[in-house]
């Protein structure tokens, strides 16, 4: 099957927005965002408007102010490399695996040491979009506080036909890390975390003991919020993570690592390292382990909201609360 028309560079905005598609984070329009060398990937600009997710390509000696987002939550994974995110009033080194939570109007930034020996690479989260971040993008008009959809295009062509300025991303290389236990989302009261943020890992969440092999991450249990939640699944070979629809949350699902299936709609379509199948709520979708290679395949989704259907089916809400099960 021509599974070519599932991809974002043949699908219109509409198509994305109702359909979804297959990106990838070696694509977007690149810019500077908060003087951070970003790519815009999944956004407005180009269909989805429940959230954002960008690449931050933070090169060594680059340092961001310290920003807030007034009405958004930022959820930052890293991917590759080592460096530091300003998280709970203090600067601390996260590496490849580790996630950043920032509930709306918390102080945080990132930065990477100039002795550092490669890039600090971040895929980051926003919901909802924060329109502030585009406004010196060129991409929001600044009498109609409209996207320039325009402008939108031609970025989008110029950024096709030129590629990266930065070339490809290095492997990921995401692994368990439970440094700086002290900020740590397991080691702090869930409440305290919706508050002020935290640090997670993609390796240590709640195992659902019925959704197999789920494990939730970043979730309304464990101190996240309403506004973005993010799991984890690590297939084995050939393992399929059924084929499901999430009736009120969109989803942007990350292949963190290895190579597998994506599931959209009606078709399989072969996932490699930074592909990010994104699902509007309601559609068919599915994630499996690769019938050609023995090794692992893990990938890892934002979604907006958490999604509940899958909390309720664990069994971690009952009567309008939700349980804290152990990290593992």
Known sequence: MDTASYYAVNRTREKIRTHGAVFSLN??????????????????????????????????????????LGMSDEAMVCLSGRGEVFVRGEWAEIEA??????????????RCAKSAGQDFILANA????????????????????QFNFD?????????????????P????????????????AWNLDADDVRRNGGLFNIYKGAKSPVVVPLRL??????????????NCVVHQPKQLFDIHIHPVSPERIIAVKGEGLFYIEDAWIEARENDVLVVPASIPHGTAGSEKTDGTFVCAGFATPPQLDLILASGFYEDGAFTRPEFG
């Open 169 to 184: 991303l290095p492997s990921n290389e995401t692994h368990l890390n439970e440094s700086h236990p002290h900020l740590r």
């Open 97 to 110: 695996g580790d996630v950043a939570y920032f509930p709306a109007g918390v102080a945080h930034g990132v």
């Open 217 to 230: 991450i970043l979730w309304p249990g464990h101190g996240g919020s309403a506004l973005v939640g993010y």
């Open 126 to 145: 926003i919901s909802p979009p924060n329109l502030d971040i585009y406004a010196g993008t060129g991409f929001i008009s600044p009498e109609s506080r």
């Open 151 to 167: 402008a939108i295009d031609l970025a989008v062509r110029n950024a096709q036909a030129a590629g990266s300025k930065l070339g």
């Open 27 to 68: 694509d977007g329009v690149e810019t500077r965002i908060n003087g951070i060398h970003t790519r815009l990937v999944i956004w407005p600009g180009v269909g989805p408007t429940e959230s954002s997710l960008h690449v931050m390509i933070v090169q060594p000696g680059d340092e961001s102010p310290l920003y807030r």
